[in-house]
């Protein structure tokens, strides 16, 4: 580090910003809303590029082909790194190994844009936090539209706002992070990943705390199948389950979810297939009462709040008929998948 680095590190608040990316272009405003942030700079920046593989006929140099001019005067501090498609765990495990000895790291996603004066209220963060703080978590906005209610994947994506401990935008102690060895990259999505992390962190005796800078989370564009495909997130819920037990979502303060619903209107769906191929009418109606109840208390419960429009509804309608069974199908997987996966003890557990 320069004298001016070490000098910033003896008060406390020196960091490094990590952002993962897949080449996504709101990548373009996340590095612009950093360069542009009034505080103290970082002491570098690594841009973790985890696509699968270099593009077609793209350039050899990692990050030639990265917007990496919107940082402007902080253009010099970067890095880039190539993990070839290793998930966000591994992306940022990688970013961390690259910090080097950076007292403080702070993840940011890719698509968050950081507050015009977050750096200075970041520098308060850090200067703030104790020395058995290991995280400090900034406080995250999504925009929602005007005029119109959300829509389903809108207001999923303002459950953020509530969300404990989310890498959007988290800064960790460097040595803290190397304590427990990072992320678990067995997590291969950004679900779970840091609720993990952050239950880890406090097994062996680090806090967690919330900071007062600002960051938004714009809603990114989303296909109409979007809520199907994060289905596959059940299966993180069972590694979940296997590390930390069964009540791990209550100290992570993460929503239980609907899986046991899911389960009982999968299985009153099943059974009325199977009991309708064996002649059995009476009962298999019975059994498709029961799923056609669930699947519409589950369909009215998305559309109600939404915008109900046309569209809105269509989605709705048949996702909810397709979520139920997909949960339980990814869950179950991940429960055989995960059933000897080892549980690190809790606060105040000793180690055997």
Known sequence: MSRRQRSTTARGVAYAVVIPTVGRPCLRECLRALADATGPE??????????????????????????????????????????RGRGPAGARNAGLRAVGDVPWTVFLDDDVRVGPDWRERLRADLTAASPTTA???????VPLPSGRRPTDWERNTAGLETARWATADMAFRT???ASVNGFDERFPRAFREDADLALRLQAAGHDLTSGTRRTRHPVRPADPWVSV??????????????????DWWRRAA???????????VAA??????????????????LAG??????????????????????????????????????????RLAGEVRHRAAPRPP???EARR
């Open 229 to 246: 495909k994060a289905q596959r997130g059940n299966a993180d819920d069972a590694l979940m389950c296997a590390v930390h037990g069964p």
């Open 175 to 177: 040595a803290a992070l």
């Open 42 to 83: 970082p002491v570098r920046i690594v841009v973790v590029d985890d696509r699968p593989g270099p593009p077609r006929g793209g350039p050899v140099r990692p990050g030639a082909d990265l917007p990496l001019d919107a940082l402007g005067p902080l253009r010099g501090r970067v890095s880039v790194l190539r993990t």
């Open 254 to 264: 993460a929503p239980r979810g609907r899986i046991r619903r899911h389960a009982a």
């Open 135 to 141: 995280g400090v978590q900034g406080v995250l906005e």
């Open 268 to 285: 009153c769906g099943l059974a009325a297939l199977a009991l309708g191929l064996s002649g059995r009418r009476r009962a298999a109606a």
């Open 289 to 330: 009462t029961g799923w056609l109840v669930g699947t519409a208390e589950f369909a009215g419960a998305r559309i109600a709040p939404g915008p109900r429009t046309a569209g809105e509804i269509a989605t709705m309608l048949v996702t909810s008929v397709l979520i139920p069974p997909l949960a339980v199908y990814h």
């Open 346 to 348: 809790r606060r105040g």
